[in-house]
C-alpha cells in the first residue's frame, strides 16, 4: 500500500505517456528490426528515450511530493527538476545514436522491406502519440488555471506551457517532437520506397536525431534555472497578490518573494496592516491572510512578517512592485 500511495503523487501526465511509449517502443522495435528501415529505427530509439525519461520523471515527481523533513526543511520539490536532467542525459544520447545511424545509411544507403508494416506502425504510433499530446495539453491547461476547452485547448497549452509543472512540460515538449517525428518517420519511409532514393531513409532518421537535439537543449536550460531556484512568474505572482489584498485589514504589500520549487511556490512576504491594531489582533491576521494563501493548490508554504502602514502604496496588481 505504500508503494502504490507513493505512486499515486507521481505526475499522471508523464505515468501515462511512460506506459503508451513503452508499448510503442517494443512495437517499432519489432517492425524496425524485421523491415531494416533507418527511419522506424530512429522513431524507436525516440521512442525508448521518451519511455526512460518519463519514467525516470514520473518516479521524481513522486519523490517530489515528499513531506519536508528536519534534514531537509524546504522539502524535496527540486528532485524532479534533477529526475529531468537525467533524462535530458539519456535523450542526448539517444540523439547523437540516433543521427549515426542516419549517416551510416546515407553513406550506405540501401532498402528496407516490409513497407506497408512500417506504413501501419508509424501511422498508429502518430494516432498514440497524438493522444498523449493532447492529454498533456489538457494538464497544461488544468495546471495553469486556464478555462479553456475543446479547440481551444491547443493554442492555450502554448501559451501557458510555462505555469506548468516540469513533468508536464517534459511530456508537452517530448511528445510534439514524437508526434512530429513519427509524421516525419512516415514521409521518409513512403518517399524511399516509391521514389528509389534510398538515402532519403537516412535523411528522415538524421533529422530526427537533430529534433531529440532540440528537445534536449530546451529541457536542460529550463531545469537548470529550475535547479538554482526561480522566481514565479508574473501571473502567479498577481495571483498571490491578489489574495494578499483582498484582505480587509491589509493595506498593503511591503515585500515579496516567491520561489518555485518543482511544481510548486514558496511565498515570503511582509504585508502592511492598518494602524492601530495590538499585536493579537496584527497575529491573528497573518494567520488568516497565510491560511488563504495556502488555500492555493499551487502553493506550498508561506511565510509572512507584518508591519504597521506607511500610508504609501508599494505594490499594485496590475505592474511591478515599486521598489525603494
Do not use: C
Amino acid at each position: 500500500m505504500a508503494i502504490v500511495d507513493f505512486l499515486k503523487r507521481g505526475n499522471k501526465s508523464s505515468g501515462i505517456a511512460a506506459l503508451g511509449n513503452t508499448g510503442l517502443t517494443i512495437t517499432k522495435g519489432i517492425a524496425a528490426a524485421i523491415s531494416g528501415s533507418g527511419a522506424m529505427f530512429a522513431t524507436t530509439m525516440h521512442s525508448l528515450a521518451d519511455a526512460t525519461n518519463q519514467g525516470f520523471v514520473f518516479f521524481g515527481s513522486a519523490l517530489a511530493e515528499k513531506e519536508p523533513t528536519k534534514r531537509f526543511p524546504a522539502g524535496f520539490g527540486r528532485v524532479v527538476n534533477l529526475f529531468v536532467l537525467v533524462a535530458v542525459i539519456i535523450v542526448s544520447i539517444m540523439a547523437y545514436e540516433t543521427i549515426l545511424k542516419g549517416w551510416e545509411i546515407i553513406q550506405q544507403p540501401k532498402a528496407s522491406s516490409n513497407f506497408w508494416m512500417n506504413v501501419i506502425v508509424l501511422s498508429i504510433a502518430v494516432i498514440i502519440d497524438g493522444l498523449v499530446l493532447i492529454k498533456a495539453m489538457k494538464e497544461v491547461v488544468r495546471e495553469s488555471h486556464s478555462s479553456a476547452e475543446g479547440l481551444q485547448i491547443a493554442p492555450e497549452a502554448f501559451k501557458n506551457i510555462q505555469y506548468a509543472a516540469p513533468p508536464t512540460r517534459l511530456v508537452f515538449y517530448e511528445d510534439i517532437i514524437a508526434t512530429f517525428g513519427a509524421i516525419l518517420a512516415l514521409i521518409f519511409v513512403v518517399l524511399a520506397n516509391y521514389t528509389g532514393l534510398y538515402f532519403l531513409d537516412g535523411v528522415g532518421t538524421m533529422l530526427i536525431g537533430l529534433l531529440l537535439i532540440v528537445i534536449a537543449l530546451k529541457l536542460g536550460y529550463d531545469n537548470t534555472i529550475g535547479l538554482i531556484g526561480v522566481a514565479a512568474p508574473k501571473k502567479v505572482t498577481d495571483r498571490i497578490a491578489d489574495i494578499i489584498l483582498n484582505d480587509n485589514d491589509v493595506e498593503d504589500i511591503k515585500a515579496m518573494r516567491i520561489l518555485q520549487e518543482g511544481r510548486q511556490y514558496h511565498v515570503e512576504s511582509y504585508i502592511e496592516l492598518t494602524k492601530g491594531l495590538s499585536l493579537d489582533e496584527a497575529d491573528d491576521i497573518k494567520l488568516r491572510v497565510r491560511e488563504s494563501i495556502l488555500e492555493d493548490p499551487d502553493i506550498d508554504d508561506v511565510t509572512l512578517g507584518v508591519i504597521e502602514t506607511d500610508e504609501q502604496q508599494n505594490w499594485t496588481i496590475d505592474d511591478e512592485p515599486q521598489t525603494e
